[in-house]
């Protein structure tokens, strides 16, 4: 997957740090907008607001840069936004990291102090096991679990991670007896469902699309709303009953508190038409990546519901800190 | 081929092989300051990684250990004082020979045994690493575990100084390594209700502390030494001489890939070893110590050839094979990349940049050592205390740039504390470092097999690997409790008979 990002992206990445071409600049109140990421240059993150800052640029008619305000996972990042000029200058490219950070490492700027504006993608996870497991659907897994208490092992990455969270919540929606262990990131999770410590996985489909059309892994269920563009043959877990909602990973951009509305406006048109763009779509596509446009009152009330499902899941389970 | 293409791609359309360069340049300057060791003149090049991608940063960061390698016998040979602990091997022919006015070919020999060997150790790390990663891949949480407690167990027994003086320097790393989050609750431990160091905390911070800070602290005590003659110049080994230098860069080739391989043993141990057995296997064993070019190339091999065969098990498995390497993990991390199986399939162009990369550092090694000579010669004539004072600047500047954390430099000041302490007490530090590195795959699998196997203890034995692992560690440990008995007792039978 990784490969796939990097090939794509190499081109932009010989524009390093250059400034997308100036469309009409006299519609945004602003020449240059900068988006800045706690990710480090060239991680995943970095690759994707390289990739998404040119059509942007063309949409909102303005200058769109990328910048790092890395370390603290977001601590910096949101400490940064919340004293940025509130005049659409200044973004921060969000993913839950942020809100995992503000809950658990109690830094002075929290989510609580900077504003959602937009959404533009949904990260999505998928549940998997290895290629000749005797599971079909994520149902199956769910069911022996139920029916041999003890017997099952399911594999989750952080101790913190939503991925977790997900297999704790289906967990006990079911009474399922079953350990969920957990690894130290996504590769570790893998690992154990190849070698068959674990009997199934949860992780982000864009970490581990490589390995299934290698063959070595075979999704048992997708953990959104709606079926995959991409995994058009796999059931969600919604369909199969395994979950009755679901917690999806997003990413979009946050600003600091009081951004003009008329501002804010042109930033959603602008998010819309980003997502149309037929050029853009072909290479969000392969990335994995499910649109999923938010404007900043819908986004502000995801957020909202997100930072409570995951703070009563930190308590629930006693976790303190990634 | 896919592989090749891939290598030859990262080369050509990266700064890749500038980074080679650069490396082994810095890195020979670096290895030739005594004090310097591979590690700290790696250690402070990590923070300038930071905003380069992994790939170029990588290259980098092996590059130097390839450079410093052969830097090392520099000072060795001109004022018999090593640069580095893998070059000690080197001052014993090769200053007799610069005494005779021959330092000239003892640099020349030198700089070539380090290409053969250097390019021997790539070659070993080519045809090595990818089957060991696919290797562990077979390995379950017990068998991880296990492979933890063996690299600790080999480290405390075969690094210099008493088994319990390693064995409490490992644990003083494995201390540290619960600092943070527990890797299966997520709770906090030993935080003290600081949030910095929630996460836990860095390897590169601790590394930069018990090597760079804690010897700086130490070069301050020491009177500055002789100084090098400028009018040195490097006379490369006649082909007639190559005729007697061949078997001992074999014997140091072989030696620093089986000791490159074995954790805890290093490039130190294997020029040592590579030494007493080119004396072994001479023809003209009565030169050695004398000034014999065999001398030389033996340790020299040895200690490059190490600088390429310590990835192998860095990147298989993610144990570093000696403290150059466990700063060279400490980066992979920073730079996210997880060591392991999935290294190959994630990252092919690090992995296959990196080989490229250090088949060009390795043969750019010849033209920069010639080329640097003068320099180098230069710099580590500087007083003392400008070198020191710029070094500190470089720490502490580095160090602030990771993370742009000042309480960051808090914790380097403490570990360079902590490693002068130890220094002074002769205490080893690698198993400090590998407590450190080790600490969480140790405890997180121990705790992940007893969840998988509902608390039952047995799941160690069940596990093949597993068993076999602990056997060994057991023994290895056993072993060097009894061994210097079974010498005395030996050695008191031969005296009575």
Redesign the interface.
């Known amino acids: 997957m990784r490969q796939v990002v990097r090939n794509t992206l190499s081109a932009v990445a010989l524009s390093l740090f250059a400034i997308a071409p100036a469309a009409a600049q006299e519609a945004y109140p602003v020449d240059t907008v900068t988006i800045y990421t706690h990710s480090k240059p060239g991680s995943g993150s970095d690759l994707f607001l390289r990739a998404i800052s040119a059509p942007l640029a063309k949409y909102l008619g303005a200058n769109v840069i990328v910048d790092y305000w890395a370390g603290g996972s977001g601590a910096k990042a949101m400490a940064n936004l919340a004293v940025a000029p509130a005049d659409g200058s200044a973004f921060y490219a969000t993913t839950p990291t942020h809100i995992t950070t503000s809950l658990l490492s109690k830094p002075d700027k929290t989510y609580k102090d900077i504003d959602y504006i937009v959404n533009f993608f949904y990260d999505p996870e998928i549940f998997y096991a290895k290629a000749d497991s005797p599971f079909k659907t994520i149902k199956d897994a769910v069911d022996f679990a139920v029916a041999n208490p003890g017997k099952a092992k399911w594999g989750g990455a952080s101790a913190g991670s939503l991925e977790r969270q997900i297999l704790e919540k289906i967990k006990k929606a079911k009474g399922a007896e079953v350990a969920i262990i957990p690894h130290e990131d996504g590769a570790g999770l893998l690992i154990s469902v190849l070698n068959g410590t674990v009997d199934i996985g949860v992780g982000e489909l864009a970490e581990l699309s490589g390995q299934i059309e290698a063959g070595e892994l075979k999704p048992l269920g997708v953990y959104m709303p709606e079926r995959l563009p991409n995994l058009p043959d796999v059931p969600t877990a919604l369909e199969l009953g395994v979950d009755s909602d679901v917690i999806i990973k997003f990413r979009g951009l946050a600003g600091p508190k009081g951004i003009p509305a008329e501002t804010v406006a042109l930033i959603e048109a602008a998010a819309q038409k980003v997502l149309a763009d037929p050029d853009f779509k072909k290479e969000y596509e392969k990335l994995n990546l499910i649109p999923g446009y938010m404007g900043q009152e819908e986004y502000r009330g995801y957020v909202g519901k997100f930072v409570e499902s995951q703070a009563k899941f930190y308590e629930d389970f006693g976790v303190t800190a990634e | 081929m896919d592989a090749v293409n891939i290598a030859l791609g990262v080369l050509f359309t990266t700064p890749a092989i500038f980074a080679a360069f650069a490396g082994v340049a810095y890195g020979i300057v670096g290895g030739a300051m005594p004090g310097i060791s591979p590690s700290v003149a790696m250690a402070l090049l990590v923070p300038f990684t930071?905003?380069m991608?992994?790939t170029t940063a990588i290259i980098l960061l092996a590059s130097v250990y390839v450079g410093a390698e052969y830097g090392g016998s520099i000072p060795a040979i001109l004022i018999n004082t090593p640069g580095t602990n893998a070059a000690a091997a080197t001052t014993i022919d090769g200053y007799a020979l610069h005494q005779q006015g021959r330092g000239g070919e003892a640099l020349g020999i030198s700089l070539m045994a380090g290409v053969v060997g250097g390019l021997v150790g790539v070659i070993a790390l080519v045809v090595l690493t990818e089957p060991l990663a696919k290797l562990a891949?077979?390995?379950?949480?017990p068998a991880y575990f296990a492979l933890g407690i063996l690299s600790l167990s080999v480290i405390a027994s075969l690094t210099e100084g008493s088994l319990v003086k390693g064995l409490i320097s490992g644990v003083i790393g494995l201390m540290i390594a619960t600092i943070?989050?527990?890797?299966?609750?997520?709770?906090?431990r030993f935080?003290f209700g600081i949030?910095e160091v929630?996460?836990g905390i860095n390897f590169i911070l601790i590394m930069m502390g018990v090597f760079a800070v804690s010897e700086l602290l130490i070069q301050v005590s020491l009177v500055d030494r002789e100084r090098a003659g400028r009018d040195t110049r490097i006379k490369l080994p006649s082909l007639k001489s190559w005729k007697r230098l061949w078997l001992p860069v074999s014997v140091g080739s072989g030696m620093g890939i089986f000791e490159g391989i074995t954790p805890g043993g290093g490039g130190a141990v294997a020029s040592f070893l590579s030494y007493n057995e080119a004396k072994r296997w001479s023809r003209h064993p009565e030169e050695f110590g004398k000034g014999s070019i065999e001398g030389i190339a033996a340790p020299e091999a040895a200690n490059n050839t190490v600088a390429g065969t310590a990835l192998i098990p860095t990147l298989s498995f993610g144990i570093p094979g000696s403290n150059s390497t466990a700063v060279l993990l400490g980066a992979l991390l920073v730079?996210?990349m997880?060591p392991?199986?999935?290294l190959f399939?994630?990252?092919?162009?690090v992995m296959y940049g990196l080989y490229g990369g250090l088949f060009v550092a390795n043969i750019a090694q010849l033209a920069i050592g010639m080329l640097i000579m003068t320099p180098c010669i230069w710099l580590v004539n500087r007083p003392k205390r400008y070198r020191l004072a710029i070094i500190y600047a470089l720490v502490f500047s580095g160090v602030y740039s990771i993370?742009?954390?000042a309480f960051d430099l808090i914790i380097v000041l403490m570990a360079g504390v902590l490693g002068y302490v130890m220094k002074l007490l002769k205490f080893p530090m690698l198993p400090l470092v590998l407590g450190l590195m080790l600490g969480?795959m140790v405890e997180?699998n121990f705790r992940?097999s007893l969840?998988?196997s509902?608390g039952d203890p047995i799941i160690f034995f069940q596990d093949p690997i597993s068993l076999g692992l602990l056997v060994l560690s057991g023994l290895m440990i056993f072993g060097s409790a009894i061994w210097p008995a079974l010498k005395k007792l030996y050695r008191q039978r031969t005296a009575a008979s």
């Open positions: 930071l905003t991608d992994p891949l077979a390995f379950t949480p943070g989050s527990d890797p299966i609750s997520g709770v906090t935080t949030p929630y996460g730079h996210g997880q392991g199986p999935m399939t994630q990252n092919p162009d993370d742009n954390s969480y997180a992940r969840m998988v509902s």
